[in-house]
């Protein structure tokens, strides 16, 4: 199957508050695990044309984008003899980083200012696929290829 990527896609334009808000998770990770918040769907083109319901479902559970919100005591360590990992550890919180699609602990937390709800997942901490090099470019990705 051959992926298109002929057409031009349009950067995300909002803010990186816009992007990832200010929420408490309610939640303290544990073990090896990483706490990310992912990146929240836009509510409007950018024409403002206000997206559908399954417009916005479908870039919810696409996203892989996330912001690492906090990283468990055990992360990046051995198992064994829970000295840390001779690389380092894969991101630190704050980051912006590329997450799996499917698994993890999805919850949504509703926020105060009546936009989309926030989304985030509990998840190993190898399962942090890259870094993100900036928010100008978090911009440019695309939550999923068509």
Known sequence: MAIDVSHKHEPDLRTEKECFP?????????????????????TTSKGGIILVDETKATLRY????AKVIQIGPLAYMSPDTLEPW??????????????IKY?????????????APVIFI?????????????????????AFVD
Do not use: Y
Request: net charge negative; hydrophobic share 35%; charged share 35%.
């Open 22 to 42: 200010d929420i408490d998770p309610g939640i303290d990770v544990a073990g090896d695990r990483v706490l990310v918040q992912l990146r929240r769907e836009k």
């Open 62 to 65: 696409n996203e892989t984008v």
């Open 86 to 99: 001779p690389e380092g550890p894969w991101c630190k919180v704050g980051d912006l980083v590329r997450t």
């Open 103 to 115: 698994g993890g602990d999805r919850f949504v937390v509703s926020p105060d200012d009546e936009e």
């Open 122 to 142: 509990t998840i190993q901490a190898r399962e942090i696929i890259s870094r993100i090099r900036s928010f100008e470019h978090a911009q440019r990705m695309k």
